[in-house]
């Protein structure tokens, strides 16, 4: 069985770049049409989109979204990130993200029907751009781990509960203990993330990790702090926030995740070929006027 995991196509569905940089209407088409041409033995069993999937969390970006999912050659789930938004995400992916109604508002669900079994997640806070794990997400986590049966097992979230060491990103995460905790109790559990707009892979409390590059721009890759003794006079004079502020206009990236001997999940990194230039690094910010 092959799952491929695709993140972050922050599209703005009035056309305008991304932080007047990205554009991620154009990044998310080619994507499209790569998988499109892919052969048949190729292909996976489904796509998981993990999270940020619209600017904004806007109703025109997800209509855009939802007509490329739409033309995948495969079918599609989908889980919210910081800029999303819930009330649309339950409008208009109805097949992408089947909630039940006994966790509604929050996008969570579970797929029994693989040799892998997918878990779905929801750490979005509104409003906020960390994460974490709600009261309502933990009591359906938990019963999700009381049918555990030993399946290998990918869980889907949007936001890393770890530090990454890239001190813009790492805003920490609500109850991350609690998570662990829970994931612990599953037999074999692959952790799969998206946010970071960069491909990395960890441990943490003994729990593999491995997190999804971006469809639409590719993290710059710093671990300074904002106030190190390496950060330029021009950095700080621009507001620099430390590493994890800033990207590069790359390539989409994909991640490939693969059963193998039915009880092993491998995970490969996968660069789509959309002709980007690398031009960067700018800072994640909005200008004035642009929401």
Known sequence: MRIFQISDTH?????????????????????????????????????????????????????YVKKALDALPRPSY????????????????????????????????????????????????????????????????????????GKPTLVFTHHPPFDTGMTAMDEG??????????LKRFKKCKLCLGHLHVSMSTVWEGIPCVVAPSIAMQMEVDFRDKDGKDVSKEEKEDNFKGGGDRFYLGNPGYLIHELVNGNQINSYVSTIPAGADYSGPFPFKYY????
Do not use: M
Request: hydrophobic share 35%; aromatic share 12%.
């Open 11 to 63: 599209v703005r569905g009035d056309g305008k770049l991304s932080f007047q940089k990205a554009d991620t209407i154009k990044l998310l088409t080619k994507t499209v049409e790569y998988f499109q041409k892919l052969e048949d033995f190729k292909l996976p069993e489904f796509f998981v989109v993990s999270g940020d999937l619209s600017e904004g969390g806007k109703r025109d970006g997800y209509e």
């Open 78 to 149: 989908i889980l919210p990130g910081n800029h999303d938004k819930r009330d649309f995400f339950l409008d208009i992916f109805r097949n992408e993200a089947p909630v039940k109604e006994d966790i509604k508002p929050y996008i969570c669900y579970s797929l029994e029907d693989y040799p892998v079994r997918i878990i779905v997640v929801d750490t979005s806070i509104p409003e906020t751009h960390f994460g974490g794990l709600s009261k309502e997400v933990e009591k359906w986590l938990e019963a999700r781990a009381n049918e555990d049966e």
């Open 173 to 182: 995460f609500i109850n991350s203990d609690k998570f662990a905790k829970l």
């Open 288 to 291: 004035e006027g642009e929401h």
